[in-house]
T-cell receptor, first 112, second 110 residues
Framework: DAEITQSPRHKITETGRQVTLACHQT?????MFWYRQDLGHGLRLIHY???????NKGEVSDGYSVSRSNTEDLPLTLESAASSQTSVYFC???????????FGQGTRLTVV | KNEVEQSPQNLTAQEGEFITINCSYS?????LHWLQQHPGGGIVSLFM???GKKKHGRLIATINIQEKHSSLHITASHPRDSAVYIC????????????FGTGTRLQVTL
């Protein structure tokens, strides 16, 4: 069965360190998204990609970057982790034309 | 003001009750999604709809485009329905990007 997986599921890191969260999907979807989920804010878009070599900033992109070198993967990098980036991160994918979205299990990141 | 508002924020029901969760939005949309998130778990898509009504098991989703309102109904609720239910909209011209409500936390007790 096709799926979307995130790793790690939990991560504790120190302020200032670079951190990369992995997202891998086997749906062969062109569209991939990274969201963060915080109490009182719902899910907010960090970065997104509509295909290989395409990346775009979302509403809360400061301090984050992504790259898309193949269809399956969209890793999210925190260049220099800050306590404000403590959150739960979700990766999602969908097909062309805005089909149903599929979400990963989430990564809980704590920056100390 | 959020573009997507859900009510109530929290809801407690007894097993067997009929439950309604509401979603209002203030922008034009091309589709509306209802999602489910269990505690500590991932997010699962329940429905995607752009008009009318959809049903899956005990879950029913309706949308009124003119009134910019959608409802999610759960019939014969069960403790396993306890979760956060999230409404999200896709705006025209934004491809697959979603704008989310803050969720409704549902607890169903025995």
């Amino acid at each position: 069965d096709a799926e979307i997986t995130q790793s790690p599921r939990h991560k504790i890191t120190e302020t200032g360190r670079q951190v990369t969260l992995a997202c891998h999907q086997t749906w062969n979807h062109n569209n991939m998204f990274w969201y963060r989920q915080d109490l009182g804010h719902g899910l907010r878009l960090i970065h997104y990609s509509y295909g290989v070599q395409d990346t775009n900033k979302g509403e809360v992109s400061d301090g984050y970057s992504v790259s898309r070198s193949n269809t399956e993967d969209l890793p999210l990098t925190l260049e220099s982790a800050a306590s404000s980036q403590t959150s739960v991160y979700f990766c999602a994918s969908s097909g062309v034309g805005g089909t149903e979205a599929f979400f990963g299990q989430g990564t809980r990141l704590t920056v100390v | 003001k959020n573009e997507v508002e859900q009510s109530p924020q929290n809801l407690t029901a007894q097993e067997g009750e009929f439950i309604t969760i509401n979603c209002s939005y203030s922008v034009g949309i091309s589709a509306l999604h209802w999602l489910q998130q269990h505690p500590g778990g991932g997010i699962v898509s329940l429905f995607m709809l752009s008009s009318g009504k959809k049903k899956h098991g005990r879950l029913i989703a309706t949308i009124n485009i003119q009134e910019k309102h959608s409802s999610l109904h759960i019939t014969a609720s069960h403790p396993r329905d306890s979760a956060v239910y999230i409404c999200a909209v896709r705006k025209p011209g934004t491809a697959s990007k979603l704008t989310f409500g803050t969720g409704t936390r549902l607890q169903v007790t025995l």
